[in-house]
């Protein structure tokens, strides 16, 4: 029963997380002048919202779980917050500094996802961790493609052909 009161605690502290980045998303692709990088957050951001769902549903049905055991005499639920949004960071929004900010963020969750698939063995869990980590590293492999673009378009604006 333990093992599934630290998913949950887990989950709960994705969800936070996800919930806070998809609304940074949002409004990064707003004020995104470059379409594709605009483009490139907005489908973020939906990805982060659809994924907000999933790990909502997920939850529902582990807490129902975990709450048919109790009423069997196991031990009580931990109680979780409700999560909270703490706004945009603050930084002037230049091309390198998103992609660096996204790189990290989207990392931070691939080591998240990993760590949560190495405890948990319940089976639609471990799909949805495996589902959004397959996600996370091929939007990492398109953040770093747009990266090498922008330092070959900064390299190519250097040359000097005189």
């Known amino acids: 029963m333990g093992e599934k009161e630290e998913i949950l605690i887990q989950l709960y502290k994705i969800l936070h997380k996800i919930a ?96 949560l698939l190495s405890i948990t063995h319940l089976g639609n869990i471990r799909e949805m961790l495996l589902n959004q980590g397959h996600a996370v590293q091929l939007n990492l492999n398109e953040i770093r493609s747009i990266e090498n673009k922008n330092d070959y378009g900064k390299n190519e604006e250097q040359l000097n052909y005189s």
């Open 20 to 115: 806070g980045d998809k609304r940074i998303y949002y409004r990064l692709s707003e004020q995104c002048k470059q379409s594709f990088l605009r483009n490139f957050f907005m489908k973020l951001s939906h990805q982060k919202r659809s994924f907000y769902r999933r790990i909502r549903y997920e939850i529902k049905e582990l807490e129902k779980e975990i709450l048919l055991n109790k009423e069997n005499g196991l031990k009580n639920v931990p109680i979780i917050g409700k999560e909270s949004f703490h706004g945009l960071p603050s930084f002037r929004f230049d091309m390198n500094t998103l992609i660096k900010y996204s790189i990290k963020k989207e990392q931070e969750y691939l080591h998240i996802y990993k760590t």
